[in-house]
C-alpha cells in the first residue's frame, strides 16, 4: 500500500548484505520499448532512455516494497536495489533523484485516491 492505492510490484531476488540491510532486484526481459528495433540512431536512444528511466522508478518501488515490511527482511538498502534489463545488458541501480522520485510515486498514488471515486466505469466495460 502506498498511501490507499495498492501497487503490485514482486521482485526476482533479495538481495542480503552481511550487515542486515536488504535490496532487491528484477530481471527485465520486456521487449518494448525496443531500442534496437529502431533505424534512427536518435529514435534508437529515445528508447532506451525510455526504458532507463522505468527502470530507475521500478527502483523506487522496490525499495517501498522493501520499507514497507517494516524490517522483517532486513534494513532496506536503496544501494542493493536495481534492475537487471536484459534487452538493454544494463544494471540500473538507484537514480541520484532516488528521493524525488520516492516522493513522485507517493504523490501519484495520493493523486489517484483523490481522483479513484470521481470516475465511473463505462456501461461496456460492467457488462463484462
Known amino acids: 500500500m502506498i498511501g490507499t492505492v495498492t501497487v503490485s510490484i514482486k521482485p526476482h531476488v533479495l538481495v542480503r548484505s552481511a550487515d542486515g540491510r536488504v535490496g532487491a532486484g528484477i530481471i527485465r526481459v520486456a521487449k518494448t520499448p525496443d531500442p534496437d528495433a529502431c533505424k534512427r540512431e536518435i529514435t534508437r536512444e529515445r528508447r532506451g532512455e525510455e526504458r532507463r528511466e522505468m527502470n ?52 501519484a498514488c495520493a493523486q489517484i485516491a483523490r481522483h479513484w471515486p470521481l470516475i465511473t466505469p463505462r456501461n461496456s466495460v460492467l457488462n463484462r
Open 56 to 107: 530507475r522508478y521500478t527502483v523506487a518501488l522496490l525499495q517501498l516494497l522493501l520499507e514497507a515490511q517494516d524490517g522483517a527482511l532486513g534494513v532496506p538498502s536503496r544501494d542493493l536495489c536495481f534492475v537487471a534489463d536484459i534487452r538493454l545488458g544494463e544494471r540500473t541501480d538507484a537514480a541520484s533523484d532516488h528521493d524525488v522520485r520516492i516522493r513522485d510515486v507517493r504523490g
